[in-house]
């Protein structure tokens, strides 16, 4: 059977949802082969981890070659990587999770492969000639059904877009020595300040988001606490974040985060077409929101028109008490 | 030094968007703009020349696109770029990346000739109406400049630039040589409106049209029918069924809230 890549997600070998979802999307269209970009001594248990989402390799490209500088390593050893795996019984497809520093990956690499391109799929099934993709475009207005042409297939694959799904894999490991260029070590990162954790769960990968926007008037902690009352993740509008009120990692739309999770409650925000473009695929959709014309209510499956200052308290002491 | 901002052409986000029967976006029916996140663009390409006093700095706007295209240079020109370029040829429509990151490149190389290549090569984040955010990367990729990509604070002295951006977990600093191919981020600071003079000064700036052949791009490279990515299908996502709405009075508000949120399971 054919290899198809998967880049796995991970912070300092912890590896994240998306590559498991990745992982079981690859499942479909050829033998997983896990590509880990970090330190060798993480390898072990970050193969642990991927053969039990069904990968039959995990590929370890030492970062010490890739880290501090942007990009162009990592596509670099992408390339090399896929051209000796495209020696065996070929190469399926090319998956990476959908962040900015992967669909610039991405990006490169097709250039450097001649393949086609494909981003933030949030769907991808096997075709006849090849993976066919779904792309939620224009604010979530179309959905768009594309496939790859020419090349080796790659394919920038949102969070949440499979409900991943356990399977043996041999996960054997094995070393890959890039070569980086110089050519390709010229935008330095001289310096990283890492976010500090808020305790609750990643943006992207929540089941339930909880956001606020200008409504909030500054006040965050009724989002907050109807959040945590939910287990959920904190979100924001632009309004909020321009009004310094959130950091912009909190961001929801088009040009902060996307999600899809199972709930999102929108607090305070109007419903911008440019929000709607982060938040519109959400399963189950909630606004409360004091203007009835608000357009927020346009999208959503259940709304209170009321102000969120008295409703999110109250409705976060409620749940506190319910028996579970 | 010559800097070059790419702007691109998007129909309104907040009009009916819509593809065409061929499933490429409508770009006549729509009415469009420059992209909003391009603004930002020439924002900062203006700005790094005002911080550089008494330097001789030329910025070009430069836009691939159809014919109303270049609508989205002259609000550059308004804005206080130099010059325009349009690369407009037919045989571009329905381009994909691959094909869109060639055809800039090599319009980039063009007017970069004469100076020994841009110094500068300054791209919004995203576009507003595919929201790639890959063409900067594929610039630098094709052009072999170092990238400098979604920066949010620009400084730079000499031929050394810095820059801060918000990447996944962490804010980065980014060190960098010129020449290089720089995106910037909406939290980059507003973008400035043509004053009237800006407008009026804009009528009288050069702009220049090429076609592919200009560029020494075979029309047999780009365009929809070679995209090594195609769309097969496109679907209008359904209005999403009107919800129950209630209004909060005396409290009632929290209660239904929660159960709501209990009939779905949520708690
Ligand atoms: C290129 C571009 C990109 C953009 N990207 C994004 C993006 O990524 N994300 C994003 O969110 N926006 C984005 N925007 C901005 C977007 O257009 C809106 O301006 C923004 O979403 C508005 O935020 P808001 O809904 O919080 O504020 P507003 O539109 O001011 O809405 C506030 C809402 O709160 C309600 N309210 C006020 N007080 C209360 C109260 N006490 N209780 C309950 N409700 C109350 C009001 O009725 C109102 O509906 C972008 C814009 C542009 C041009
Ligand atoms: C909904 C939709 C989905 C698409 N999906 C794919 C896909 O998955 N794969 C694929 O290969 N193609 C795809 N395309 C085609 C692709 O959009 C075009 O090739 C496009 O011109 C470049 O991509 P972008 O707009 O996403 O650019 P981005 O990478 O988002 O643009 C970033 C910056 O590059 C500059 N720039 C981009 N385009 C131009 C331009 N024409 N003129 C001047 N400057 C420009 C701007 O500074 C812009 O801010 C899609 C198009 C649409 C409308």
Not at chain 1, 280 to 306: M, R, Y
Not at chain 2, 31 to 43: K, M, N, R
Not at chain 2, 45 to 55: D, T
Request: charged residues 25%; contains cysteine.
């Amino acid at each position: 059977m054919s290899e198809v890549l998967v880049v796995i997600d991970h912070v300092a070998g912890e590896v994240k949802k998306p590559t498991y979802e990745l992982l079981t999307i690859a499942r479909r269209l050829g033998e997983p082969a896990a590509v880990f970009f970090g330190s060798p001594d993480q390898a072990d248990a970050v193969a642990q981890k991927v053969k039990a989402y069904g990968a039959a390799k995990v590929y370890v490209v030492d970062d010490a070659q890739t880290k501090g500088f942007l990009v162009a390593p990592k596509a670099e050893a992408l390339q090399q990587l896929a051209e000796k795996s495209s020696g065996g019984d070929g190469l399926a497809a090319i998956l990476l999770p959908s962040t900015f520093e992967n669909k610039e990956v991405a990006g490169r690499l097709a250039i450097k492969l001649g393949s086609g391109l494909i981003t933030d799929a949030v769907d991808v099934q096997a075709g006849e000639s090849g993976p066919v993709t779904t792309q939620s475009v224009f604010a979530g207005n179309f959905t768009v059904q594309a496939k790859v042409t020419h090349g080796t297939p790659i394919i920038t694959v949102k969070p949440n877009s499979a409900a991943p799904e356990e399977a043996d894999g041999a996960g054997t490991v094995e070393t890959f020595d890039a070569t980086i260029s110089d050519a390709a070590r010229t935008a330095q990162i001289v310096a990283t300040q890492p976010r500090q954790s808020t305790g609750r769960p990643e943006l992207t990968e929540a089941a339930i988001v909880v956001s606020g926007g200008r409504g909030t008037g500054g006040n965050f902690e009724p989002v907050e606490g109807f959040a945590d009352s939910l287990g959920a993740a904190v979100g924001a509008s632009r309004a909020a974040v321009d009004s310094g009120w959130m950091p912009h990692a909190f961001q929801v739309g088009q040009t902060g985060k996307t999600v899809s999770p199972q709930l999102y409650v929108a607090n305070g925000i109007s419903g911008a077409i440019q929000h709607r473009a982060g938040m519109q695929t959400s399963k189950t959709i909630v606004a409360v929101n004091k203007d009835p014309e608000a357009p927020i209510f346009e999208l959503v499956d259940f709304g209170v028109v009321g102000d969120l200052h008295t409703v999110l308290p109250a409705a976060t002491e409620q749940i506190t008490v319910r028996p579970r | 030094m010559n800097i070059v901002v790419c702007v691109k052409y998007v129909p309104d986000a907040t009009a009916d968007r819509k593809f065409e029967d061929d499933f490429t976006v409508d770009r006549v029916g729509v009415d469009g703009l420059l992209s909003e996140l391009d603004e930002y663009a020439v924002e900062q390409a203006l700005q790094f020349r005002e911080k550089r006093e008494g330097e001789e700095i030329e910025i070009t706007a430069l836009t691939v696109g159809p014919e109303k295209a270049v609508d989205a240079v002259r609000k550059a020109l308004q804005m206080g770029v130099d010059k325009g370029v349009h690369v407009l040829d037919d045989a571009i429509a329905g381009s994909d990346y691959v094909a869109t990151s060639l055809v800039l490149a090599k319009a980039i190389e063009k007017i970069g000739a004469e100076s020994g290549g841009a110094d500068l090569v300054v791209c919004g984040m995203a576009s507003t109406d595919a929201a790639g955010s890959v063409i900067p990367a594929m610039l630098a990729e094709r052009l072999g400049l170092p990238q400098v990509t979604l920066a949010s604070v620009i400084e730079s002295q000499g031929d050394q630039v810095r820059i801060k951006r918000d990447n996944e977990g962490s804010t980065e600093v980014i060190g960098a040589t010129l020449p290089i191919v720089l995106s910037v981020t909406d939290q980059s600071g507003e973008a400035r409106y043509p004053s009237f003079k800006g407008i009026m000064a804009a009528k009288k700036k050069p702009l220049e049209t090429f076609a592919l052949a200009d560029l020494g791009v075979d029309a047999g490279e780009v365009g929809l029918s070679v995209a090594w990515s195609q769309v097969e299908d496109t679907t209008e996502r359904p209005p999403r069924t009107a919800g129950e709405i209630v209004t909060d009075e005396d409290g009632s508000g929290a209660g239904a809230l929660v159960e709501f949120l209990a009939s779905k399971k949520f708690i």
